[in-house]
T-cell receptor, first 116, second 113 residues
Framework: NAGVTQTPKFQVLKTGQSMTLQCAQD?????MYWYRQDPGMGLRLIYY???????DKGEVPNGYNVSRLNKREFSLRLESAAPSQTSVYFC???????????????FGPGTRLTVL | SQKIEQNSEALNIQEGKTATLTCNYT??????LQWYRQDPGRGPVFLLL?????KEKRKERLKVTFDTTLKQSLFHITASQPADSATYLC????????????FGIGTKLQVIP
C-alpha cells in the first residue's frame, strides 16, 4: 500500500517547455487534488477531481491542465512553463464524501519544479 | 477576502510542556477545519479534522478546539517531544461541499530537549 505517489520528484524546465506531473493513489479514493506550495504562502489548490470523470478549477488554475485518467491517476500538465510556475507541487486524494476537507486528505511526497 | 493567520514566527518550547498553536481566520464561515503536520521536504500529513458544530477534538496527545465566535482554532500538543518538531498547517473549507479551501502558511514548532 504505497498511498499517493508522484513522479518525478525533481524537474528543471526552460521557459516555454511542457511537462506532465503524474500522480497515482492506491486507496480507491474518489477525489484527487493538485496543490502548489510557495515560500511564505499556504498551499493553493490548482485543480481537483471530485470523482472519476470530473475535474474542476481551484484557486490558481491558469497555465495548467489536468486529466483524471481513471480512478487511480490524476495528472497535471504545464503546456508552456513560466518562471512563475516554479514551485513544489503536491497531489492529494480523499474519499470525497462531501467536500475537500470533509475527509482525511492523503498527500504525496511532492514534485519540486524549477522553471528557468 | 478569506484569510487565515497562523503565527509566522517559530514557536520554541521545552520538552514535556504543552505546545499551543493558533489559527485565526476572517471573512469565513468554515464547515471544516483541519490540522496537518509537515516535515521539511515532505508532503503534509493529516492530523485532525473538526467540524463547525464541534467544539473540541482529541487524538492521543493532540487536541483541537474550534471557536466560531472568536473565529479561532487552537491546536495543542501535550507532553511535547523533540519528534514533534515540524511545521503545523491549518486549513479551512466553507460549507456546501467543494468550496474554496484556504491553507495557512504554518507555524514551525521546535521542541527543545
Amino acid at each position: 500500500n504505497a498511498g499517493v505517489t508522484q513522479t518525478p520528484k525533481f524537474q528543471v524546465l526552460k521557459t516555454g517547455q511542457s511537462m506532465t506531473l503524474q500522480c497515482a493513489q492506491d486507496m480507491n479514493h474518489n477525489s484527487m487534488y493538485w496543490y502548489r506550495q510557495d515560500p511564505g504562502m499556504g498551499l493553493r489548490l490548482i485543480y481537483y477531481s471530485a470523482s472519476e470523470g470530473t475535474t474542476d478549477k481551484g484557486e490558481v488554475p491558469n497555465g495548467y491542465n489536468v486529466s483524471r485518467l481513471n480512478k487511480r491517476e490524476f495528472s497535471l500538465r504545464l503546456e508552456s512553463a513560466a518562471p512563475s510556475q516554479t514551485s513544489v507541487y503536491f497531489c492529494a486524494s480523499s474519499e470525497g464524501t462531501s467536500g475537500i476537507l470533509a475527509d482525511t486528505q492523503y498527500f504525496g511526497p511532492g514534485t519540486r519544479l524549477t522553471v528557468l | 477576502s478569506q484569510k487565515i493567520e497562523q503565527n509566522s514566527e517559530a514557536l520554541n518550547i521545552q520538552e514535556g510542556k504543552t505546545a499551543t498553536l493558533t489559527c485565526n481566520y476572517t471573512n469565513y464561515s468554515p464547515a471544516y477545519l483541519q490540522w496537518y503536520r509537515q516535515d521539511p521536504g515532505r508532503g503534509p500529513v493529516f492530523l485532525l479534522l473538526i467540524r463547525e458544530n464541534e467544539k473540541e477534538k482529541r487524538k492521543e496527545r493532540l487536541k483541537v478546539t474550534f471557536d466560531t465566535t472568536l473565529k479561532q482554532s487552537l491546536f495543542h500538543i501535550t507532553a511535547s517531544q523533540p519528534a514533534d518538531s515540524a511545521t503545523y498547517l491549518c486549513a479551512l473549507e466553507g460549507s456546501g461541499g467543494y468550496q474554496k479551501v484556504t491553507f495557512g502558511i504554518g507555524t514551525k514548532l521546535q521542541v527543545i530537549p
